[in-house]
């Protein structure tokens, strides 16, 4: 390891450091515009510019490009190279609009920072300065090229990073231009990065513009709870109004950046219909008022103890105490254990996921990055956890090879392997692909149990020509690969596939020494909701089917648009007219909480500091970022706040959701439930309740998995499918999925999400489309028992025959399907042809 000396400090690094961050080990900041640690150098700004007075290299030399060897002797502050740090700057400002009073970067602008700290306080150079023109380049980022200098990191880290081609660098010399060769959205889900990427203002926060300077805002660090994958963030608030959310560094979840639905998704919690006060009935209540009457309504008669008998449905976006209070409200009032899923698909399958995933198994998206051979099953990255897309990318960057087995039509900013098999093949063409890329002799040498197994798969299958090459392709790469990772969805698989990818990854385990497994989930929590149903053997079906027999009478739902997410709204509706009470706690307005008798209104991740715990079985902790109560601007439109002294919080009433049901389980005398809370260090108590395991496996709460080290499932016990199920003819097959944009119920609601979207679409296969008489842009209009759902159609070579995929937004009439995967008759579709100009 080379030994040096910078700033007259020793250090010892690892080979191939460069000299720039040997010394940030040492506290030293040398300046820098171009170089950022995730992209790499290219010397470009010839800003970091340090003085090399002994050793092999000396002179002037760009610290960013030059690795640390024995026996140098650097400095940073030596007279030469300051002033040739000046001069750079000097020059990079020489174009410069000097207006910081009105960009959106000033206070946090590095050019600002490396232009004092350089020294150049006066613009000598006289000429005219160069303009461009500013262009729209979508809702998220506002584009002011006229501050450019030039460093090129918006385009590596786009173009390069990211795997888009849109934005690019266009003229030459000192006339370069970052920007799009046509005005309009850029295309990459991860562009908000660019705002904070850019050392300079031409990249800025669009929906936050004029708002707030950084001084301005309440900052937090914070946790997304836009998918499972749980990037961490830094949420920026003022005036009680979340304003902007940024990326915070997590060397193990999401690096240094983070999507644009997780960026710009937090507009939920602004809404100015969102429910602020309680409800009993369609009359708003005090708080107190609320859980007395609830209390009382939940018991059969005055003075009795007896109470009815009561479902509790908790969420997937829920925090950890959330789902664990209510835990411990059912156990200690007697009801059945709660669900937390109103799909029954997901129940069973996040079941099965924390069954599965032990230390051994789990892989970050940093280890994802290192492998280097990945297959997805039945998972769309891009759509359903975009930043896992990005992790994938970098391990293919580093030559890694990637592919995916699943029936929809899947973009990856890469190349990969796509095998579009329909959903009932997916099982049988990975066991195929597995048995192709290993050895008969690899696996007996691992043991009887993967011999066993093993021996199962399927050697030879049936497949179209463009399939049987692709997994010829991936199975090559699979006999050559060191570190392969699998990685499994849980939206449309089989109910069997998360047991059979834990399977295949103990088989890969044994016989490679290494391989990952990587589950994608159906929310923020839903690991610790899977984990507590698992624990209870709870789920919806069976309250439903409770609620239809009449054994239940009250249903309380908890931070879960229930109608909008149980797949067949008729038989739900049909059950909830049955209901005597339906109480619901939510922070959002939905047809959910229209319905309800009682309303408790609760508070956001951002108001709320909480725990979540994604999909590799990592818990975190997101911290408060701004008091409860409605936005300042919401109170008196723009104008000025009211000059009036109150007792309270203007929409101060909303609760943490856990707070709620301590409430209420102290009104009915049942139990006392606290939360002991230090920084993230919190654990909730409860006597009665049914918590002790999940209160040993869980808290106190710490940084990291909380996996066992190897689960209690024994591998290899998969049923193994030896003959692919062959689509039913006549008939299309539909997946309701999701779309990085629109689908997901929080960001859905968020203006500049909104404006990004694309239109609703069903892909279909041209070849099913030209049975059906359809033609791209033609609507098509499926007629379901329950109604009819008419929707655009989008033809994609690259999808399984036999399919219609339709994103599952929540204004999309989906449900009048009647079920979580339906299937319709060719003769029950209709077409209308698209209108021509």
């Known amino acids: 390891m080379p030994r040096l000396i910078i700033d007259n400090q020793k250090i010892e690094v690892p080979e191939g450091t460069k000299v720039i961050d040997a010394a940030e080990q040492l506290g030293i900041m040398i300046p820098r515009f171009c170089y950022h640690s995730a992209l790499g150098a290219v010397g ?29 002797v650097v400095s940073t502050d030596d007279p030469e190279a300051r002033a040739f740090r000046r001069f750079i700057i000097e020059c990079l400002m020489m174009n410069h609009p000097h207006d910081c009073p009105v960009c959106d970067e000033g206070g946090h602008c590095l050019l600002q920072d490396e232009t004092v700290s350089g020294g150049h306080d006066i613009r000598r150079y006289k000429g005219k300065k160069r303009t461009f023109r500013d262009q729209y380049i979508g809702p998220f980022v506002q584009h002011e090229m006229n501050r450019c200098i030039h460093c090129y990191l918006c385009v590596r880290f786009y173009q390069e990073f990211t795997g888009y081609r849109d934005l690019a660098a266009y003229q030459i010399g000192y006339r370069v231009y970052y920007g799009r060769f046509e005005p309009g959205q850029l295309e990459s889900p991860f562009s908000g990065n660019l705002i904070d990427i850019c050392p300079t203002g031409v990249f800025t926060d669009k929906p936050a513009r004029y708002r707030g300077r950084r001084w301005n805002m309440e900052r937090s660090p914070s946790v997304c709870i836009h998918c499972s994958l749980g990037c961490n963030t830094v949420a920026n608030a003022r005036y009680r109004e979340m304003l902007r959310q940024e990326a915070r560094l997590s060397e193990s979840v999401n690096g240094h950046f983070i999507c644009d639905r997780g960026r710009f998704g937090f507009g939920y919690a602004n809404l100015p219909d969102r429910p602020r006060r309680a409800e009993i009935g ?36 829920s925090s950890l105490e959330t789902q664990a209070a209510l835990a411990i409200l059912a156990g200690s009032a007697g009801w059945p254990m709660p669900a937390y899923f109103a799909d029954p698909h997901q129940s069973s399958v996040c079941r099965t996921v924390v069954r599965r995933l032990d230390e051994g198994l789990a892989v970050s998206m940093k280890e994802i990055e290192r492998a280097d051979w990945i297959l997805a099953v039945g998972a769309d990255p891009i759509n359903e956890a975009p930043m896992l897309a990005l992790a994938m990318r970098q391990a293919v960057r580093n030559g890694g090879k990637a592919g995916v087995i699943d ?25 195929h692909l597995i048995h192709s890329g290993i050895a008969r002799q690899e696996a007996d040498d691992a043991g009887e149990a993967v011999a066993g197994f093993y021996a199962q798969l399927p050697e030879e299958a049936e497949f179209e020509e463009a399939v049987r090459e692709g997994i010829s392709t991936l199975a090559e790469g699979l006999k050559q690969s060191e570190h392969p990772v699998l990685i ?55 309250l439903l089917k409770a609620i239809e027999d009449g054994e239940i009478t009250a249903l309380m739902v908890v931070e879960n648009d229930l109608i909008g997410a149980y797949p067949n709204r008729k038989r739900l509706e049909t059950a909830l007219d049955r209901l005597e009470l339906l ?59 009211p000059r009036e002294h109150r007792d309270e919080v203007p929409g101060g009433d909303p609760r943490p959701a856990w707070r709620a049901v301590a409430d209420l389980v102290r009104a009915l005398d049942l139990d006392e439930i606290r939360l002991y809370t230090s920084g993230p260090e919190s654990w909730l108590t409860g006597s009665k309740g049914p918590f002790r395991f999940f209160q040993e496996k869980i808290y106190p709460p710490r940084e990291g998995r909380i996996l066992p080290a190897e689960s209690e499932v024994a591998p290899f016990k998969s049923s193994i499918k030896k003959e692919a199920k062959k689509p039913e003819a006549g008939t299309l097959d539909i997946l309701f999925v999701d779309r990085t944009f629109g689908a997901e119920a929080l960001s859905a609601l968020s203006e500049p999400i909104r404006r990004a979207e694309p239109a609703a679409a069903a892909f279909i296969h041209p070849k099913d489309a030209s049975e059906l008489g359809l033609s791209d842009g033609d609507s098509a209009i499926l007629r379901f028992e329950e109604g009819d759902l008419e929707i ?44 021509t100009e």
């Open 583 to 641: 109480i619901v706690l939510d922070y959002l307005s939905t047809p959910t909480v229209d319905r309800a008798d009682f309303f408790l209104p609760t508070t956001t991740v951002f108001e709320t500091g909480s725990c979540f715990i994604n999909q590799e079985g990592r818990l975190q902790y997101a911290e408060q970022v701004h008091a409860v109560g409605a936005p300042i601007r919401q109170l008196r439109g723009r104008s000025h706040p």
């Open 407 to 431: 029936p929809r039509p899947v973009f990856l900013p890469f190349d990969f392997t796509h095998l579009p098999i329909p959903r009932e093949q997916m099982e049988f063409c990975l066991n």
């Open 488 to 542: 499994c969805g849980t939206d449309i698989v089989p109910l069997s596939t998360p047991d059979l990818a834990a399977d295949h990854a103990h088989l890969l385990n044994r016989i490679k020494n290494t391989c990952g497994l990587f589950y994608i989930l159906p929310g923020a929590d839903a690991f610790g909701a899977a984990m507590l149903e698992a624990s209870a053997e709870s789920a919806f079906e069976d």
């Open 44 to 72: 470009a700004c010839r800003l970091c510019a340090v003085k090399f007075l002994e050793g092999p290299v000396q002179g002037i030399e760009m610290s960013c490009m030059t690795d640390a060897r024995d026996d140098m």
């Open 282 to 317: 369609k009359n708003e209540a005090s708080w107190t008022e609320a859980v007395r009457a609830l209390a009382n309504r939940l018991t059969i008669s005055d003075g009795a103890s007896e109470m009815k008998k009561t479902a509790v449905l908790g969420s997937a976006r």
């Open 792 to 835: 655009p159609v989008a033809l994609n070579n690259d999808m399984a025959r036999g399919l219609l995929v339709i994103p599952r937004k929540p204004d999309l009439e989906w449900q009048t399907a009647g079920a979580r995967f339906p299937r319709i008759a060719r003769n029950r579709i209709a077409g209308v042809r698209k209108e």
